[in-house]
């Protein structure tokens, strides 16, 4: 079994920044590109920013500039860096991977974590 878990969210003011990590944990093989998501009340669920197991990172207009994706493979953890928070960052951020091997060879496995509250006052 394969879990990503959260942690990270909060609440901040307008401005302001947080770091979220999500972890890897479980019995698996190699993880190749992982992302974060997140998702407001009303809304849909949306991409933020992805990232390949080489460090290419790719992110959403409305977060470039501000919010930084970056991974260390060796602890199996990819982060998201939220600078200059803005009220309309609010949601549940979600990490997932497509690619999670679970032994070389095998197919690819999708995996969502729980996701994690980020609150942003105005």
């Known amino acids: 079994q394969v879990q990503l878990v959260e942690s990270g969210g909060g609440l901040v003011q307008a401005g302001g920044s947080l770091r979220l990590s999500c972890t890897a944990s479980?019995?698996?093989?190699?993880?190749?590109?992982m992302a974060w998501y997140r998702q407001a009340p009303g809304n849909e669920r949306e991409l933020v920013a992805s990232?390949?197991?080489?460090?290419?990172?790719d992110y959403a207009d409305s977060v470039e500039g501000r919010f930084t994706i970056f991974r260390v493979n060796a602890k199996n953890t990819i982060y998201l860096q939220m600078n200059s928070l803005q009220p309309e960052d609010t949601g549940v951020y979600y990490c997932?991977?497509?690619?999670?091997?679970?032994?070389?060879?095998?197919?690819?496995?999708?995996?969502w974590g729980q996701g994690t509250q980020v609150t942003v006052s105005s």
């Open positions: 990232i390949t197991r080489y460090g290419d990172a």
């Open positions: 997932n991977s497509p690619q999670v091997y679970l032994r070389v060879g095998g197919p690819a496995s999708f995996y």
């Open positions: 479980g019995s698996f093989s190699v993880i190749y590109d």
